[in-house]
């Protein structure tokens, strides 16, 4: 199988003609396509509308996660039920099996890298916000226990590693993703990780288990030569 990834769309109204002609290949290039979240900038609904226009004339099998972006406006259970009514497989928490590939997913969260992960101890304000990092990893591990595919693609909006975030100020790094996610990457097995969010990380790193990660970042793939919207992987 042939997957176009790519992350950070960060749609506005006034991206749309530039963003469909460059996403025009994608079905010739891809058997499916997956956005790893932040598909809209300030997550409205009105956003979502004419980027929804964009992907659905793609007609190609689309896999979603949310980003933080996306929950900006707080509509988020909107967009969830926007996508999903044109037949786009959002995924929070939840697997999707399509031909022989397993897709689970979660939008993922901040937190912190390995010795450097924070840890529930302490004001009631961290335990909540440790909470909601730990609820994140437990939502991929539900996702991925879903799987009944040897072959395996976890989609994470938030990045499982500090090595795809490296090249962003190191002072932001726990806020670019947790290593808690890369734990149930690794407990579980996948072929593969595909994350954003960290727009001027790196595009490759491997989790402590070996598994491969790519950051999406549509900033990172625009940034190579010659300049792409979306990589292609084959699985
Ligand atoms: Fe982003
Ligand atoms: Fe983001």
């Known amino acids: 199988m042939r997957i176009a990834a790519t992350a950070d769309l960060h749609f506005t109204p006034q991206r749309l003609s530039p963003l469909h002609d460059q996403l025009n290949r994608v079905r010739d290039e891809a058997d499916v396509f997956v956005v790893a979240g932040d598909l809209t900038n300030y997550g409205r609904p009105e956003e979502m509308e004419p980027l929804l226009n964009v992907l659905v004339r793609l007609r190609v099998p689309t896999i979603v996660v949310l980003g933080n972006h996306d929950y900006e406006s707080g509509r988020e259970s909107d967009l969830i039920r926007m996508m999903s009514e044109e037949g786009i497989k ?14 689970a997913g979660t939008k993922g969260f901040v937190g912190g890298f390995g010795r450097g992960v924070l840890t529930a101890f302490g004001e009631p304000e961290i335990k909540t916000f440790v909470r909601a990092s730990i609820d994140e990893a437990l939502k991929l591990e539900r996702a991925v226990s879903q799987l ?12 499982p590693v500090a090595g795809t975030v490296e090249g962003e100020a190191p002072e932001i790094y726990p806020f670019l993703g947790t290593s808690r996610l890369a734990e149930i990457v690794d407990r579980h097995g996948a072929d593969l990780v595909l994350h954003g969010h960290a727009h001027n990380g790196k595009r490759e790193a491997k989790t402590t288990g070996g598994v491969p990660v790519y950051n999406v970042a549509i900033t990172l793939l625009q940034a190579q030569n010659p300049p792409t919207v979306y990589r292609v992987i084959d699985v």
């Open 90 to 103: 959002v995924l929070d928490g939840s697997a999707y099996e399509r031909d022989g590939v397993g897709f």
């Open 148 to 159: 009944r595919t040897t072959k395996r693609v976890i989609v994470l909006h938030y990045s």
